[in-house]
């Protein structure tokens, strides 16, 4: 085995944990919405999931740890991913927030920097941010 066998592992690794998270945030509430399984689809085709890895992870409790990546925008990313999945069905519930902090924590977020990400990014997938916050996200 090559090296770069153990590095492409590594990362599929990180991609099947970081999917099983989101396919547990889809089903928290019990079922996962044909809109969530469009969701799913695609992130398993973006994470290079197979269709075994599919069915175990959507069959079995989460048993893969997070291992978070080495950057801050690769954790920013990671959330996002998990609060496109949440915002698919175009709200948030309590089990939702509560593995969400249990995953920003999990991805190396203090418990205060986690509350503070989550509460923006709910303001923001929800659609109520303020005209100045409109205004400062087109000019970036």
């Known amino acids: 085995m090559g090296f770069s066998d153990l590095y492409t592992s590594g990362e599929h690794r990180r991609n099947l944990a970081h999917f099983a998270a989101i396919a547990t945030l889809a089903s928290v509430d019990g079922e996962v919405s044909d809109r969530e399984k469009k969701m799913l689809d695609s992130f398993a085709n973006k994470l290079d999931i197979t269709d075994s890895e599919y069915e175990e992870v959507m069959r079995t409790e989460n048993k893969y740890p997070i291992d978070p990546p080495n950057s801050a925008e690769r954790r920013l990313e990671r959330l996002f991913d998990l609060f496109r999945i949440i915002f698919s069905d175009h709200e948030i519930d309590i089990e939702e927030m509560v593995l969400l902090k249990k995953y920003a924590i999990g991805l190396g977020f203090s418990s205060d920097?986690?509350?503070?990400?989550?509460?923006?990014?709910?303001?923001?997938?929800?659609?109520?941010?303020d005209f100045d916050d409109y205004l400062y996200l087109l000019k970036k």
């Open 113 to 129: 920097k986690a509350d503070d990400i989550i509460q923006r990014s709910v303001v923001i997938f929800s659609g109520r941010i």
